[in-house]
């Protein structure tokens, strides 16, 4: 019966030599591919993927995958005879006409090639993107696009050929940041004395802010109403968030409990007398 | 909270607790106690009002726990495991000559529960919050970030600051020519052992030594291990290999 059924199956003739039976047999090829891909795939997934850097074991597994693919594929093709240079020619044709329909498709799949080759961030990195007004932590770069978690918990995708020419800002390829703020002064206050307390009150209680370079203060501006003081402290680069937002109010605790006025906007107003 | 005057300091080392256990440490105060057949409490309040509470469950009725020094790498939060001494009055090295010096370095103290010949780290503070800082050895854009401590030169291995700080010894060589200065030293604190008796803790020894490699002056720094009487604390955190700094000559 089931011989009968093979036998039918080869006697049905497609194109140029090929039947539905070396259809069959190439299905069965191609399902076995995939299976023995997958299961590649998740071995090094698990038992090689954690001993190689993250951006490095996805692109392996890739590699891994389609190259057991391909492999079943060419072997589906050897076994059936399928002549394929026909198929190259029309698919080079036909190529042509994709290519203009599908600019920005290949533009991001380039682009995503060098962006795996160029690495100007990895995978769990912290990232701003200027021109975009985007920053997070880059979750993957893939064949299209990239995913960014945003620092307020939810992902964007952005279209890689974007991503690849937008200017970049590593928010963590050196070992310390920067963080600055500016804190005006009264102008009958003492300026070193100013400087003085806002150094010990960041020394006291900012246990991220580095001693070592210790922290820097700048006269800004003499401004309308105040003298500004600019303050730069460098800290760890994963603790942005334990100084950059709280420089302020150290600043402003410590100046209010020195009895150092922090003004606001003031202007005087001269009257004419009336003849 | 007694104030610190008024109390007497716990000593480091190794406590069975079978009912109830109270820790003093300047700034700080320990609380362990036991609420039912096997089960300890542990209560750890500090100056500021901050509160660690844990229950402890035990195979016996009886709790064995370890205080002692620990290596200053976990206020206010691991980032590092090196360490980065700068010296309140520099050290001139003339030529072809040698010196060992004694410095203070900050520790930390880690609470450890001992259980079938096994110490798990249990807890860990430090009693010198305010100094416990980070420095950075090197350019913002390659340097090393260290725990760094501004440290006077002291006179033997008995001037460490009870709580606060150990002693560690420094060989210092110079094998260039000329004199130099010698001002602070970088080391990965992770490769250093701690030892410790009573309230008192040292550090092994660190080597440091000025030397030519091929056309570039640099300032080799090893640990060397000590031969002491002293207890060796337990290593809080997993021990990692981490490079070796190669130091530039001041």
């Known amino acids: 019966m089931a011989i009968e059924f093979l036998e039918n199956l080869a006697s049905f003739e497609i194109t140029g030599g090929l039947t539905l039976l070396s259809l069959f047999i190439g299905a069965i090829i191609m399902a076995i591919g995939v299976i023995v891909a997958r299961t590649?795939?998740?071995i090094f997934t698990k038992y090689y993927a954690p001993k190689l850097e993250k951006d490095a074991a996805q692109n392996l597994g890739k590699i891994i995958y389609f190259g057991i693919i391909i492999i079943a594929f060419l072997v589906f093709t050897g076994s059936t005879?399928?002549?394929?240079?026909?198929?190259?020619?029309?698919?080079?044709?036909?190529?042509?006409?994709?290519?203009?329909a599908t600019q920005s498709v290949v533009s991001n799949l380039i682009s995503g090639i060098f962006l795996m080759i160029e690495k100007?961030?990895?995978?769990?990195?912290?990232?701003?993107?200027?021109?975009?007004g985007i920053d997070g932590t880059l979750i993957d770069i893939s064949t299209f696009s990239v995913r960014v978690r945003q620092f307020d918990g939810t992902i964007i995708r952005i279209p890689n050929e974007k991503f690849f020419t937008t200017n970049i800002r590593s928010l963590v390829s050196t070992p310390v940041r920067r963080s600055e703020n500016i804190v005006g002064i009264a102008y009958k206050e003492d300026i070193d004395g100013a400087i003085s307390v806002l150094d010990k009150a960041i020394r006291k209680s900012m246990p991220f802010v580095l001693l070592s370079p210790k922290p820097e203060f700048r006269i800004k501006e003499l401004a309308d109403s105040s003298v500004n003081i600019?303050?730069?402290?460098?800290?760890?680069?994963?603790?942005?968030?334990?100084?950059?937002?709280?420089?302020?109010?150290?600043?402003?605790?410590?100046?209010?409990?020195?009895?150092?006025?922090?003004?606001?906007?003031?202007?005087?107003?001269?009257?004419?007398?009336?003849? | 909270m007694e104030s610190d005057s008024e109390v007497a300091f716990s000593k480091y080392g190794v406590y069975i607790i079978s009912d109830s256990l109270d820790l003093f440490f300047p700034g700080l105060e320990i609380k362990i106690d036991?609420?039912?057949?096997?089960?300890?409490?542990y209560l750890k309040k500090d100056l500021e009002g901050n509160v660690t509470e844990k229950k402890i469950p035990v195979k016996t009725s009886e709790l064995k726990i370890e205080v002692a020094p620990i290596r200053?790498?976990?206020?206010?939060?691991?980032?590092?495991?090196?360490?980065f001494l700068e010296f309140e009055s520099p050290v001139f090295l003339i030529e072809s000559s040698s010196a060992t010096i004694f410095v203070q370095c900050p520790i930390e103290i880690g609470l450890f529960l001992i259980h079938d010949s096994h110490k798990d780290s249990l807890d860990w503070f430090t009693c010198d919050p305010a100094n416990s800082r980070f420095g950075l050895y090197g350019t913002p854009e390659s340097g090393t970030l260290c725990k760094y401590s501004k440290t006077p030169i002291v006179g033997s291995y008995n001037d460490s600051l009870d709580y606060f700080n150990g002693v560690?010894?420094?060989?210092?060589?110079?094998?260039?020519?000329?004199?130099?200065?010698?001002?602070?030293?970088?080391?990965?604190?992770?490769?250093?052992?701690?030892?410790?008796?009573?309230?008192?803790?040292?550090?092994?020894?660190?080597?440091?030594?000025?030397?030519?490699?091929?056309?570039?002056?640099?300032?080799?720094?090893?640990?060397?291990?000590?031969?002491?009487?002293?207890?060796?604390?337990?290593?809080?955190?997993?021990?990692?290999?981490?490079?070796?700094l190669k130091m530039d000559v001041d």
């Open chain 1, 230 to 275: 600019e303050m730069l402290v460098w800290h760890p680069r994963e603790d942005w968030g334990e100084v950059g937002p709280k420089l302020l109010k150290v600043a402003k605790n410590a100046l209010d409990e020195a009895g150092i006025e922090i003004p606001f906007p003031q202007r005087v107003l001269w009257q004419a007398k009336e003849s």
């Open chain 1, 81 to 100: 005879g399928v002549d394929l240079s026909g198929l190259l020619v029309a698919g080079g044709i036909f190529g042509v006409v994709i290519g203009f």
């Open chain 2, 72 to 83: 200053p790498l976990n206020y206010p939060a691991k980032r590092t495991n090196y360490c």
């Open chain 1, 40 to 42: 590649f795939r998740l």
């Open chain 1, 120 to 132: 100007p961030v990895k995978q769990g990195d912290s990232l701003d993107l200027p021109d975009m």
């Open chain 2, 34 to 41: 036991k609420i039912s057949d096997n089960v300890f409490s």
């Open chain 2, 168 to 244: 560690i010894k420094i060989n210092l060589k110079n094998e260039l020519p000329g004199g130099h200065s010698i001002s602070k030293i970088v080391f990965p604190i992770i490769d250093v052992g701690l030892y410790y008796k009573d309230t008192k803790a040292i550090f092994d020894t660190v080597s440091g030594t000025l030397k030519k490699k091929i056309t570039l002056e640099t300032f080799d720094v090893e640990p060397e291990a000590i031969q002491t009487d002293w207890t060796k604390s337990t290593d809080y955190e997993r021990v990692e290999v981490v490079k070796r």
